[in-house]
């Protein structure tokens, strides 16, 4: 049987699939050659991470497709329902990641509240000439620790930034429409571990009562975060958007940002992706990254696991 990544896959996945029995493709096929592709190599799994759009005209042209998986936790590109509708399996990995964008939503939060990234614009064309000015402009740094971070959306990514939050001697307030308590470990180094019981706030409790935001939930039809729930949240509060683009609207946050509202946002996940606005991409109090949340060497290992894993219990 063949297998398609196409949009990658760890070479540990690569390694597993073909251990047992399966050919994995590693071509990058172009959106609209795909059907072509995989008829003409009687691919069996299609897998694709954010970039592959599986809709419902490949699903259609492909009749020997029996599984397709999403590296990955969203599966907004992939016409899931349709899909199950023609008796073909969809699987995603949301264990695989959770870590790594939970890592990233506090590399953003400690830049911002340091102001790191904008003395990594400003340092390289003014270090040389303005120095006394940018370390003036950088002083009012502020601390994460004592501070209050409101999550929204409490599934495996928000509970891993709990535990982080925790560990660096946060408070920490959840969110969820599905979840009224939860329980969470904290494993250390020396297998010492701890728990900790939280239990979920109204929303709007959160953004009044919050330092800093963070967003895990799926992609939405609409806002999330819009002007209202700005209004609520802590003059001088940041929030960050790891989440899909869409669930914040970004011009009432580009107002709120310009009126001093919100201190900064970051954003990893844009509304326009992926052609983000000049002007959110040009903003300073705004910390960017370009949609890399289960971007890290660890996660792509283990999402490679975790489908073949997948694979093979279906298919064999």
Do not use: W
């Not at 029996?66 to 329902?81: A, H, P, S, T, Y």
């Not at 501070?147 to 959306?153: D, R």
């Amino acid at each position: 049987m063949k297998v398609l990544a196409n949009d990658g896959i760890s070479r540990s996945g690569v390694e597993l699939l073909e251990k047992n029995g399966f050919d994995v493709e590693l071509t990058k096929v172009a959106q609209e050659q795909l059907p072509k592709f995989i008829n003409d190599n009687n691919i069996t799994v299609l897998l694709v991470r954010s970039a592959t759009q599986v809709r419902k005209d490949i699903i259609d042209e492909c009749k020997g497709l029996k599984i397709i998986g999403r590296g990955g936790v969203g599966m907004d590109n992939i016409d899931v329902d349709y899909a199950k509708s023609k008796n073909i399996e969809v699987i995603n990995t949301p264990a695989a990641s959770s870590k790594s964008v939970a890592e990233l939503v506090f590399s953003h939060l400690f830049g911002c509240v340091r102001f790191i990234h904008n003395s990594n614009r400003d340092m390289p064309l003014e270090g040389d000439t303005h120095f006394k000015d940018l370390k003036k402009s950088s002083a009012a740094g502020r601390e994460l620790h004592g501070k209050t971070l409101g999550i929204i959306g409490f599934g495996r990514i928000g509970q891993e930034v709990a535990k982080i939050a925790i560990g660096i001697g946060m408070k920490v307030l959840f969110s969820d429409k599905f979840i009224s308590e939860q329980e969470i470990e904290i494993k250390y180094f020396d297998n010492q571990k701890l728990n900790f019981k939280l239990n979920s706030t109204k929303i709007d409790v959160l953004l009044k009562s919050s330092d800093f935001v963070t967003l895990h939930v799926p992609a939405s039809d609409k806002y999330l975060i819009d002007k209202k729930e700005i209004s609520l949240m802590k003059d001088g509060s940041g929030i960050v958007n790891l989440a899909r683009g869409g669930v914040i609207n970004e011009e009432e946050l580009l107002k709120a940002l310009d009126s001093n509202k919100l201190a900064f946002a970051a954003i990893d996940t844009f509304e326009d992706e992926p052609k983000p606005k000049i002007k959110i991409l040009m903003n300073s109090k705004i910390s960017l990254s370009p949609h890399i949340g289960a971007a890290t060497l660890e996660a792509q290992d283990r999402i490679g696991i975790e489908l073949a894993d997948k694979i093979i219990k279906l298919l064999k």
